[in-house]
Every structure is written in structure tokens, then in C-alpha cells.
């Protein structure tokens, strides 16, 4: 199956700093990147949805200033968290599509500690 | 509102079978996922289903009936490593994924 990698898998950080996240689709082209947060032992919460080439759709309640998506490419995406803070720690997913809605391959997800 | 129901957490034994859940309540349906997840990892594909009836791979099928807004996730001869989080998720009318919660299962020798 199609390759998605995430890097880094985990990050400590201090708060008020800021934390990239980057997700590539290793042997596809990704028309669209989703990214996901999921608290423990609670459901994956869509954050945005970004197309190469076009701003990001982000969902109701999540701060576009705060979490900076870029789709530069077909193959990468990045989430950037600004001035982190202690209740942005959480786990964080990218998954990118290809076109057919059916599909969806998931990193490996980053797993943010904000201290 | 939209909402997606499953357990929250079961038990079965080794070599056991068991079946997990799913029903859902959403604006329009494009499909159904079952997704696993083990702890500190990413979600993985396990099975779509759109259309009514069971679909079979492997020790795992899932099966969905639409006109009652509920699918379940079969699992045959488990095994240990099957000990993971199963994720319903719903295609909604605009093919915005629906996530529930997730099944914690657990799997006893």
C-alpha cells in the first residue's frame, strides 16, 4: 500500500516555542492532506484539510493562526503549532488521499509534549 | 447532530472470536471504515464498506446495513497482537469523515 511518513514521532518542546510537523507521501501523490489531533482515549478531531497549491480548510473551533498548514508540493505537508502551550500536547495525524475519496493512508502520527 | 456509537471497551480470550459494534446517525452516508489503532500509533485500514452485507478478509469482516445505521467488525481465531482500538468512522453526505471513539479490545490468553 501507499507510504505516508511523519516525522518527527515524538517532541518534547518548551512553551512558547514553536514545532513543525512534516508529512510525506512517499510513493504517491497526494492531492489532499488531512490533519487530525486525538486526545487519549477520545476519537480522532479532523484540525484542516489542505489541497497543493491552496489554503487550508480548517475546522470550526481550530486556530488557523496557531496551527500553520502548508501543502507546498504533492508530496509534503507541514503543521507548524505557534507558541505552544501545555494543553496543545497531544497526538497528532496526517493522512493523505489521492483522489478517490475511498482512499486514506495515515503517518505514523507525532506525539507532542509542550512542557 | 451527527453521532457514531461503539463500545468502549470489551474482552475476549485468544482464539476466540468477537464482534464490535457500530451504529450511526449522520447527514447523508458515503461509506463506513473500521480503522485499527494500537496505543501510540496510527490509525490502519481495515475495511470500507458502502454497499449492505458482509465483506470478508481474512480473520476480519465487517459488515453494514444501512437502513438501520449500523455495521459491526468480526474478528475470528484472535490472537494477542489484535489487542489495539477499533475505529468506526462515517463518510458523511459531503465525505467529511464521522470518527467514533474507538473499542478498546483487549485479549486475554
Known amino acids: 500500500g501507499a507510504v505516508v511518513s511523519q516525522h518527527p514521532s515524538r517532541v518534547i518542546c518548551k512553551s512558547g516555542t514553536s514545532v513543525k510537523i512534516e508529512c510525506r507521501s512517499l510513493d504517491f501523490q497526494a492531492t489532499t492532506m488531512f490533519w487530525y489531533r486525538q486526545f487519549p482515549k477520545q476519537s480522532l478531531m479532523l484540525m484542516a484539510t489542505s489541497n497543493e497549491g491552496s489554503k487550508a480548510t480548517y475546522e470550526q473551533g481550530v486556530e488557523k493562526d496557531k496551527f500553520l498548514i502548508n501543502h507546498a508540493s504533492l508530496t509534503l505537508s507541514t503543521l507548524t503549532v505557534t507558541s505552544a502551550h501545555p494543553e496543545d500536547s497531544s497526538f497528532y495525524i496526517c493522512s493523505a488521499g489521492t483522489g478517490d475519496v475511498t482512499e486514506a493512508f495515515f503517518g505514523q502520527g507525532t506525539r507532542l509534549t509542550v512542557v | 447532530g451527527q453521532n457514531i456509537d461503539q463500545p468502549t471497551e470489551m474482552t475476549a480470550t485468544e482464539g476466540a472470536i468477537v464482534q464490535i459494534n457500530c451504529t450511526y446517525q449522520?447527514?447523508?452516508?458515503?461509506?463506513l471504515f473500521w480503522y485499527q489503532q494500537h496505543a501510540g500509533e496510527a490509525p490502519t485500514f481495515l475495511s470500507y464498506?458502502?454497499l449492505d452485507g458482509l465483506e470478508e478478509k481474512g480473520r476480519f469482516s465487517s459488515f453494514l446495513s444501512r437502513s438501520k445505521g449500523y455495521s459491526y467488525l468480526l474478528l475470528k481465531e484472535l490472537q494477542m497482537k489484535d489487542s489495539a482500538s477499533y475505529l468506526c468512522a462515517v463518510f458523511d453526505s459531503n465525505y467529511q469523515l464521522i470518527w467514533g471513539a474507538g473499542t478498546k479490545l483487549i485479549i486475554k490468553p
Open positions: 449522520t447527514s447523508g452516508f458515503n461509506g
Open positions: 464498506n458502502v
